[in-house]
């Protein structure tokens, strides 16, 4: 299994099988890719890609803060469009600039 994941994992990415995921999930941050048909597995293979070591991705890429009006809760990681986030954004700024 190791070798056929290996044979479909990006340039310098790592993936895993869900049995390996469910071992590892609560220290090693990882995103789903979906399932892989796999030579030698009869059945749909569930896998992910390892990013890094939870810690270390929830300090550089996941941005929660919780106060009285405002509730941020932002994985940069899933981020699909960049650009209409920081749209987002910037205009909830800018609201907030004006009402003062």
Do not use: P
């Amino acid at each position: 299994m190791a070798s056929r994941l290996e044979s479909n994992a990006k340039v310098d990415s790592i993936l895993i099988s869900h049995d390996t995921y469910s071992l590892i999930k609560d220290k090693i941050f990882c995103t789903s890719q979906g399932e892989l048909i796999v030579k030698g597995i009869i059945k749909l293979v569930t896998v992910y890609e390892v990013i890094n070591l939870k810690e270390i991705v929830e300090n550089n890429y996941i941005i929660k803060h919780n106060s009285n009006g405002l509730k941020l809760d932002i994985d940069i990681l899933k981020i699909k469009d960049k650009k209409i986030s920081m749209k987002t954004l910037s205009n909830a700024i800018k609201k907030i600039k004006s009402n003062k």
